[in-house]
């Protein structure tokens, strides 16, 4: 009986294990596919603590993971958040099956942009266990610009530039010295500019395509709605645990297709395309 309940017992913790690794394998990859487009530097409290429980507070900037955190803070609250990313991308081409003009093309030096990343936080207590927010952020974005003449000019895509711009109202309410939750309506609105090179005269094309400058070019904006969610827990005077949710983002971009060998002032069509930003838990 005793080994068998030893046995019961190893089996059960084995599982266990196996399952929470599962878990966080599953965790894991989900960000990783979203991290290409997600801009985590939302605060400079966050980032100087390495974001290490970011969801449970410490500075107003918390209520972007998690509107609950908000009645950590009374009265009147304003944050101002700046930072900036410095990222490096460069692309060297080796030899193919082919050679020579138009796939000898070069390399490139450092496709990417310096981009500030600024957010805005405020919070008012409008009673002793009820607050009020509003939070402004970039969430997601990339800025790459590429040369003209480079390998994958036809094989790849070449500058593009996503912003988006998300306002967060939120209300907060502390239901007791232990339990506080929060909810808000995320509201968002994103510009896109992707462009694709166009083969030209470097493939022996004539009239209007001849030029390695030949290209296409999406512009458009659009619209998106989601919610926020949170809930923050103290046990202890020295303890907080937090939960947080930002819902994932049907983003809807509408715009115009445009051609650089078309007539000035006329367009190729108009275009519909649909971005979809995940969920974020925190």
């Known amino acids: 009986m005793l080994v068998g309940a030893l046995m019961s017992r190893r ?26 487009l997600a801009v985590h530097e939302q605060s400079v409290y966050g980032q100087g603590s390495s974001f290490a429980g970011v969801a449970a507070g410490g500075a107003l900037s918390s209520m972007f993971w998690n509107p609950a955190t908000m009645t950590q803070v009374p009265g009147i609250v304003s944050e101002t958040d700046v930072s900036s ?97 929060g909810a808000g309506v995320q509201i968002q609105y994103a510009k896109a500019i992707f462009e694709k090179g166009l083969p030209g005269a470097e493939f022996g094309l004539p009239g209007p395509l001849g030029g390695v400058g030949s290209q296409l070019t999406l512009r458009g904006s659009g619209w998106a709605y989601g919610a926020t969610a949170g809930v923050t827990l103290t046990p202890t005077p020295t303890t907080t645990i937090g939960l947080g949710w930002r819902s994932a983002l049907n983003q809807k971009i509408e715009g115009v297709l445009l051609t650089s060998f078309a007539l000035p002032g006329t367009t190729a069509g108009s275009v519909n395309a649909t971005l979809d930003l995940p969920d974020i838990v925190s």
Do not use: H, M
Not at 13 to 32: D, E, N, P
């Open 85 to 181: 990313l410095f990222s490096y991308a460069n692309n060297t081409p080796t030899a193919g099956f082919l050679s020579g003009p138009p796939f000898s093309l070069p390399g490139t030096s450092n496709i990417q942009d310096a981009t500030p990343v600024p957010a805005g936080y405020t919070s008012y207590q409008l009673s002793p266990n009820l607050w009020l927010g509003l939070s402004i952020n970039a969430p997601f974005g990339i800025s790459e610009n590429f040369p003209d003449a480079w390998a994958g000019r036809f094989y790849a895509s070449g500058n593009q530039l996503l912003k988006t711009y998300n306002a967060t109202p939120s209300l907060a309410w502390r239901i007791n010295d232990w339990i506080s939750v």
């Open 11 to 36: 089996g059960w913790i084995t599982f266990l294990r196996a399952g929470t690794a599962l878990g966080l394998l599953v965790i894991a990859s989900a960000q990783a596919n979203a991290g290409g």
